[in-house]
């Protein structure tokens, strides 16, 4: 059965999706260095924040937001080997 959830992998910061739609969680993975994903309500990485997901060295965490966006959803990722899949409706 299908959910209607789409995902976006991304090795570095990206669009994850244009228009209107929901975050519904974030995995977070640090590689070598500590991560943060910062989760915007925009095209690009500024405007209004939705989330800020931090994870240490090697280690992942995921977070289920669950969050309408109305622009689109960017997400900035810093911290050397940082990935991120953001999974959204």
Request: charged residues 10%.
């Amino acid at each position: 059965m299908a959910t209607g959830f789409g995902y976006v992998h991304l090795e570095a910061s990206g669009l994850v999706k244009t228009g209107p739609g929901i975050v519904h969680s974030v995995l977070l993975s640090a590689g070598s260095a500590n991560a943060v994903a910062t989760v915007y309500e925009e095209v690009s990485g500024s405007g209004d924040v939705i989330a800020v997901v931090t994870s240490v060295l090697n280690d992942s965490v995921s977070v289920v937001l669950d969050v309408a966006f109305g622009v689109g959803c960017y997400v900035t990722l810093s911290g050397a080997g940082a990935t991120a899949t953001v999974s959204y409706l």
